[in-house]
Nanobody
Framework: QVQLVESGGGLVQPGGSLRLSCAASGSRFSIYTMGWYRQAPGKQRELVATISSAGRTNYEDRVKGRFTISRDNAKNTAYLQMNSLKPEDTAVYYC????????WGQGTQVTVSS
C-alpha cells in the first residue's frame, strides 16, 4: 500500500512558476512509475508527465519545454517543476504511482490568473 501526498499548489500569475511535490509513504518507491495528471473543471483527467523507475520521462505536448518531472528515490518524492505557466494550466494536479497496482494522491489546486 502506498499513500501519496501532494503539496506546492497555489495561485500564480501567468508566466510564473510553481513546484509540486509528491511524498510517498511505504517502501520500494523506486520501482514505481510516477506521474502527474491534472483535471480542469468540466474536463477529464489528463496526463501531464511521467517518469519511470529508470528515469525516463514523458510529457504531454502542451507542457513540453515548460514542465519538468523528476524524482528523488532517497526521499520517496516526485516533483513537477512548472515554468511559464498559462491560465490553461489551471487545474487540480494529481500524483500517481503505478507498478502492479496504481495509487493516487488527493490532488493540489493550481490556479494561474492575474
Amino acid at each position: 500500500q502506498v499513500q501519496l501526498v501532494e503539496s506546492g499548489g497555489g495561485l500564480v500569475q501567468p508566466g510564473g512558476s510553481l513546484r509540486l511535490s509528491c511524498a510517498a509513504s511505504g517502501s520500494r518507491f523506486s520501482i514505481y512509475t510516477m506521474g502527474w495528471y491534472r483535471q480542469a473543471p468540466g474536463k477529464q483527467r489528463e496526463l501531464v508527465a511521467t517518469i519511470s523507475s529508470a528515469g525516463r520521462t514523458n510529457y504531454e505536448d502542451r507542457v513540453k519545454g515548460r514542465f519538468t518531472i523528476s524524482r528523488d528515490n532517497a526521499k520517496n518524492t516526485a516533483y513537477l517543476q512548472m515554468n511559464s505557466l498559462k491560465p490553461e494550466d489551471t487545474a487540480v494536479y494529481y500524483c500517481n504511482a503505478r507498478s502492479m497496482y496504481e495509487y493516487w494522491g488527493q490532488g493540489t489546486q493550481v490556479t494561474v490568473s492575474s
